[in-house]
């Protein structure tokens, strides 16, 4: 079973940063793209940053400049550092990765979600 969770979230103040980390778990045989993305109530999940297995990203046009995706493929992590954060960064954001099991299964996997919420 394969477990995608991610910590981080939180309530932050316009201009300042958050830094969240995903872990996958499991019986994992490989790790593919890994990315962030967010959704906020009455619009569809959207896509913020994504990183190839050897390290290609491509990011969304309204975070380029302030957010960094980056991973470490020996511990299987995937972290997305926020900074300059702006009230319409607020949002549940969503850990994904494509990956195969141990049983040479592939699948997209998602985490749980971890509120941010950008406000003075």
């Known amino acids: 079973q394969v477990q995608l969770v991610e910590s981080g979230g939180g309530l932050v103040q316009p201009g300042g940063s958050l830094r969240l980390s995903c872990v996958a778990s499991?019986?994992?045989?490989?790790?593919?793209?890994m990315g962030w993305y967010r959704q906020v109530p009455g619009k569809q999940r959207e896509l913020v940053a994504s990183?190839?297995?050897?390290?290609?990203?491509n990011y969304a046009d309204s975070v380029k400049g302030r957010f960094t995706i980056s991973r470490d493929n020996a511990k299987n992590t995937v972290d997305l550092q926020m900074n300059s954060l702006k009230p319409e960064d607020t949002a549940v954001y969503y850990c994904?990765?494509?990956?195969?099991?141990?049983?040479?299964?592939?699948?997209?996997?998602w985490g749980q979600g971890t509120q941010v919420t950008v406000s003075s």
């Open positions: 499991g019986s994992i045989f490989s790790i593919g793209a």
């Open positions: 994904n990765a494509g990956l195969s099991t141990a049983a040479r299964v592939w699948g997209n996997y």
């Open positions: 990183i190839t297995s050897i390290g290609g990203t």
